[in-house]
């Protein structure tokens, strides 16, 4: 599956919204990604989920025990994506400003990859792995169905997704003039748009 076929995956079940929308942060993308609307087809999500695994395996980036996850759309992605590979599972959430595995527990020294539905920026990946690194847990890889990050930062581990967004966003007074005529949608990730 290319990176096309993901991303009319997304269309399908409108988790790639394409127009003019005013993104929570303010600036302003011809696309938005609501990728709750994606988590709701469970079916959609085992087919990427298989893709994933592919492109895992192509990298020959095996030797792991868990995926762990940072945030909750990851969670979903995670035991999926798990499952297929027999590997474990867990969620890294934030609790009193530090990420942490909570009740969870993996031995230190293991391997992990991290896996999210979109990585948007890089910061939550590099927080992970910190947070992670604190554990004494080391990140072999993380992987995500879409790259959105516009930033090429070194993560010190491959970033593996099954299709790159890299669209520009643009500040109020720097819309481009096919855009700015296009009416502007407030984007908003509590509510469907």
Not at 127 to 134: F, H, M, N, P, W
Not at 136 to 160: H, K, Q, W, Y
């Amino acid at each position: 599956m290319g990176p096309n076929a993901v991303l009319d995956v997304f269309r399908e079940t409108k988790a790639l919204k394409e127009g003019h929308f005013i993104l929570p942060s303010g600036w302003h993308s011809s696309a938005y990604l609501q990728r709750q609307k994606l988590l709701e087809y469970p079916e959609k999500i085992e087919i990427l989920s298989s893709e994933l695994v592919k492109k895992i395996a192509a990298n020959e980036l095996l030797n792991f025990t868990h995926f762990v996850a940072p945030s909750l759309g990851g969670l979903i992605v995670a035991h999926q994506t798990a499952r297929i590979m027999q590997k474990s599972a867990l969620w890294i959430r934030r609790e009193s400003g530090n990420l942490t595995t909570g009740h969870a527990s993996i031995p230190q020294k293991s391997n992990v990859f991290i896996i999210q539905d979109v990585v948007e920026t890089t910061h939550l990946c590099l927080s992970t792995i910190q947070a992670l690194q604190s554990l004494n847990i080391n990140t072999v890889g993380i992987a995500c169905f879409i790259d959105r990050s516009l930033r090429d930062t070194d993560l010190g581990v491959p970033l593996i997704s099954l299709a790159p967004l890299k669209l520009p966003v643009y500040s109020a007074d720097n819309v481009p003039k096919e855009l700015a005529e296009i009416p502007a949608i407030q984007a908003n990730p509590d509510h469907a748009i």
